[in-house]
C-alpha cells in the first residue's frame, strides 16, 4: 500500500509539473484570493463589464448586471478557474468564443493565466480574453483587440 500511494503522488506530481511547464509566459501576475468578489471589464473602459447570459451561451459587454467572479487557482499562482455567481465558469469554446459552463474542473480552456495589466490569457490557446467591439452586447471571445481584465468589486 505503502509503495502504491508513492507511485500515485509521484504521477500526479509529474502531471502537475507538465501543466505547469506548459502555461504560457505571459504570466506576470497572481491569481487574486477567492474571498470576495471581482468582476471582468475592458481595460479601456472599466464601465463595461462581462455579463453571463446562463451557460452554453456567450458571454457579452454590459454597463449593469454583470457577473461577479470568484477565481480559484488550479495550477500555480497566476492560473485559476474563474466561476460566475451561479457557480459557471468562464471559457474559451473551440469557436474562440467565451461561454458558460457547468463542466470547468480539468478542462484547460477554463483555465486563464493572469498577464499584464490583469489581462486574462486563455492556458489552452494563449489568446487574450477580449471583445470585437467596445459597445454593449459586444460577444466576449478570445484574441481581438478590446482587452478583457479583473478588477475588485
Known amino acids: ?7 500515485l503522488a509521484a504521477g500526479a506530481l509529474a502531471v502537475t509539473a507538465g501543466l505547469a511547464a506548459a ?3 505571459m504570466a506576470s501576475s497572481h491569481i487574486p484570493p477567492p474571498v ?5 471589464c475592458l481595460l ?11 451557460v452554453g451561451n456567450q458571454a457579452t459587454l ?12 488550479v495550477i500555480n499562482s497566476s492560473t485559476g478557474i474563474w466561476y460566475n455567481q451561479s457557480g459557471a465558469c468562464a471559457r474559451e469554446k473551440n ?6 459552463s457547468n463542466s470547468c474542473s480539468g478542462d484547460t480552456a477554463s483555465y486563464w493565466v493572469i498577464g499584464s495589466q490583469s489581462t ?7 489568446g487574450l480574453m477580449s471583445t ?3 459597445t454593449t452586447g459586444a460577444g466576449v471571445d478570445v484574441g481581438d483587440s478590446w482587452r478583457m481584465v479583473f478588477l475588485g468589486t
Open 132 to 134: 470585437h467591439s467596445d
Open 23 to 25: 502555461a504560457p509566459a
Open 120 to 126: 486574462l490569457i486563455n492556458y489552452s490557446h494563449g
Open 36 to 40: 470576495g468578489a471581482y468582476k471582468l
Open 95 to 100: 469557436d474562440g468564443t467565451v461561454e458558460f
Open 62 to 73: 454590459a454597463t449593469s448586471g454583470y457577473a461577479t467572479f470568484s477565481p480559484h487557482q
Open 1 to 7: 500500500m505503502g509503495r502504491t500511494t508513492a507511485l
Open 44 to 54: 479601456s473602459d472599466h464601465s463595461r463589464c462581462v455579463q453571463s447570459n446562463g
